[in-house]
């Protein structure tokens, strides 16, 4: 496994705890269909993404969707649990979707284009996070202290995020070797 890889991993599993917490302290501020919604894009986003890395990770395309929609479904299941069933629900059937055809991608896309793909969906998936965790905060209305704060309070410090990460990917290296 890769370095870059490895952060891609270790970013998906940071950033769907950290939006765990968030969501789980703020929940009694979070309507259900904010809540719905931020269930349904988590579970699908960490489902495409990690169906697409098993998908090329693996060659038996069986493993790789059963794995990508069970991780998927998780991140779903986890997100919308705070909230209400409803989330819950949402966020598991878009998971096993995200993951369902994130796999497929994956076993199909040709060994030239690995890195992209993951590339490409990588920078979605930060994204969509930052605007998530903007959307709790619009959201919430919160008056929170600290780092979370400042770094969500405006949109040009997401998009500074959003630019750090980009290049941090652009130099770690491939993804994929050989």
Known sequence: MTLSLLFVISSIVLF???LFYYIFTKRKHISCMTGMMIAMTVGMM?????GVILGI??????????????VGMIAG?????PISIMAVLDGILSGLMGGMMGAMLGGMISPNYYN???SVFFII?????????????????ASI??????AFHHPLWIAAMFFTFFYILNQIGPFFLG
């Open 57 to 70: 990770m693996f060659s038996e395309l069986f493993i790789a969707t059963l794995l990508g929609m069970i």
């Open 125 to 141: 998936f930060v994204g969509i996070f930052l605007i998530l965790i903007y959307m709790v905060q619009q959201e919430t209305k």
């Open 116 to 118: 992209s793909i993951v």
């Open 16 to 18: 769907t705890l950290f």
């Open 145 to 150: 202290e600290g780092f979370i704060k400042r």
């Open 77 to 81: 299941y986890l997100l919308g649990s």
């Open 46 to 50: 960490v489902g495409l993404l990690s």
